[in-house]
């Protein structure tokens, strides 16, 4: 999952560029208004395929066992409280009027809890249960006071939305489109935030498979003169499908910004889980702008296969095998339809996006974070 904050090239943007992030053990990012960043690292392994949250710090489908609190607990002791590490970064200082909170989450879809559930041995069935979940999920959410959640994999939109509704949010739902069952979420305080204009984005539509993403324009009730855009995407997990993950990913730029201009190039925020890792080529394209896809193998454009265990893929590890390098030259080689399934067109090897972004990892070298 990524989660980015960016200007339009708009010079007299008011929304600033993002303070250095931190680093936490949930599966969220965390955006104040006074824009500290806080990415996270999920703490449990989310599986199924086009819907798995991955970082290069993360586990999606880790090899590593998470500790099962209940197995050495005595009878009659209270349940652990996990404990999250903060680290704060300095913030720029803003007015009370044009502060906001913003946080995403990729929540595991209660069917694909069910549906994988051998991704999940050492967790205790009791904590699978969406009723459960729904409980330590919203109390999550609401006890970070946000003034907007992104949220993905959602196929339990309307429990969640009761919950929400009686907390002050508003809240809008995308579905994917096929035969998932879940989507996109976004929720916001209706004491801060007036709903300009909402839009969706069906992939499909574009030859993109079937995910989803929202884009949504909002006024600061107390700062009218303040709008931003913001959006939330779920790009697709197949970490071979390279090109499919950076058409997504074109697409929702291109349509924010054309949206971030209709309204006077007001500033963007987005966020979503991009399966992809901050090292990945994909990152590279959002934080420049720009990527020559021929420089890279599709099957590796996420990053998400270098931060698996490769039993994982079923294959094996690759070593220094000659034959491995060669093949990997091989690989790099694009059909027509690929180039044109991520630049959106056919005789064009750079891809390119219209929109300024300011990294929420623009840190995370010079961080390190610990798993016990």
């Given at each position: 999952?990524?989660?980015?904050?960016?200007?339009?090239?708009?010079?007299?943007?008011?929304?600033?560029?993002?303070?250095p992030?931190?680093?936490?053990s949930?599966?969220s990012?965390?955006?104040?208004?006074?824009?500290?960043?806080?990415p996270?690292?999920?703490?449990?392994?989310?599986?199924?395929?086009?819907?798995?949250?991955?970082?290069?710090?993360s586990t999606?489908?880790?090899?590593?066992?998470?500790?099962?609190?209940?197995?050495?607990?005595?009878?009659?002791?209270?349940?652990?409280e996990m404990?999250?590490?903060?680290?704060?970064?300095?913030?720029?200082?803003?007015?009370?009027?044009?502060?906001?909170?913003?946080?995403?989450?990729?929540?595991?879809?209660?069917?694909?809890?069910?549906k994988?559930r051998d991704?999940?041995?050492?967790v205790?069935s009791?904590?699978?249960?969406?009723n459960h979940?729904?409980?330590?999920?919203?109390?999550?959410?609401?006890?970070?006071?946000?003034?907007v959640?992104?949220?993905?994999?959602?196929?339990?939109?309307?429990d969640?939305?009761?919950t929400?509704?009686?907390a002050?949010?508003?809240?809008?739902?995308?579905?994917?489109?096929?035969?998932?069952?879940?989507?996109?979420?976004?929720f916001w305080?209706?004491?801060?935030?007036?709903?300009?204009?909402?839009?969706?984005?069906?992939?499909?539509s574009?030859?993109?498979?079937?995910?989803v993403?929202q884009?949504?324009?909002?006024?600061m009730?107390?700062?009218?003169?303040r709008?931003?855009?913001?959006g939330?995407i779920?790009?697709?997990?197949?970490?071979?499908?390279g090109?499919?993950?950076l058409?997504?990913?074109?697409?929702?730029?291109?349509?924010?910004h054309?949206?971030?201009?209709?309204w006077?190039n007001?500033?963007?925020?987005?966020?979503?889980d991009?399966?992809?890792?901050?090292?990945?080529?994909?990152?590279?394209?959002?934080?420049s702008?720009?990527?020559?896809?021929?420089?890279?193998d599709?099957?590796?454009?996420s990053?998400?296969?270098s931060?698996?265990?490769?039993?994982v893929f079923?294959?094996?590890r690759?070593?220094?095998?000659?034959?491995?390098?060669?093949?990997?030259f091989?690989?790099?080689?694009?059909?027509?339809?690929?180039?044109?399934?991520a630049?959106?067109?056919?005789?064009?090897?750079?891809?390119?996006?219209?929109?300024k972004?300011?990294?929420?990892?623009?840190?995370?070298?010079?961080?390190?974070?610990?798993s016990?």
């Amino acid at each position: 999952f990524y989660f980015s904050s960016m200007g339009c090239r708009d010079p007299s943007s008011w929304l600033c560029a993002p303070a250095p992030i931190s680093i936490t053990s949930s599966s969220s990012f965390k955006l104040e208004a006074d824009f500290c960043f806080k990415p996270g690292f999920s703490c449990s392994i989310n599986g199924p395929a086009d819907s798995t949250p991955l970082s290069s710090s993360s586990t999606g489908y880790d090899s590593r066992r998470w500790l099962n609190p209940l197995r050495r607990r005595q009878p009659h002791q209270p349940s652990p409280e996990m404990v999250r590490q903060w680290v704060e970064a300095d913030t720029p200082v803003l007015s009370h009027s044009e502060r906001f909170l913003v946080v995403s989450y990729n929540i595991l879809g209660d069917r694909n809890a069910s549906k994988h559930r051998d991704l999940y041995p050492n967790v205790p069935s009791l904590y699978m249960k969406w009723n459960h979940r729904k409980r330590v999920i919203c109390e999550e959410l609401i006890g970070w006071n946000p003034d907007v959640i992104c949220l993905q994999e959602v196929d339990k939109y309307f429990d969640l939305l009761s919950t929400m509704e009686k907390a002050g949010y508003i809240g809008s739902y995308k579905r994917r489109t096929g035969d998932a069952t879940d989507g996109c979420a976004m929720f916001w305080k209706a004491n801060k935030f007036r709903l300009l204009e909402g839009e969706s984005i069906e992939f499909r539509s574009y030859g993109l498979r079937d995910n989803v993403a929202q884009l949504s324009v909002f006024a600061m009730d107390k700062a009218e003169s303040r709008r931003l855009l913001i959006g939330n995407i779920h790009v697709l997990y197949n970490p071979s499908r390279g090109d499919v993950k950076l058409g997504q990913i074109r697409s929702l730029s291109s349509k924010a910004h054309i949206l971030s201009r209709k309204w006077g190039n007001v500033p963007v925020v987005l966020a979503g889980d991009y399966n992809c890792t901050p090292q990945s080529a994909i990152y590279e394209f959002l934080s420049s702008s720009e990527l020559n896809i021929m420089s890279h193998d599709r099957r590796e454009l996420s990053g998400q296969k270098s931060c698996h265990p490769a039993q994982v893929f079923g294959i094996e590890r690759e070593t220094g095998n000659p034959l491995v390098f060669m093949d990997r030259f091989f690989k790099f080689c694009w059909t027509g339809e690929e180039v044109k399934v991520a630049t959106g067109r056919t005789d064009r090897q750079v891809i390119v996006h219209p929109l300024k972004l300011n990294s929420s990892y623009a840190m995370v070298k010079v961080l390190r974070v610990s798993s016990a």
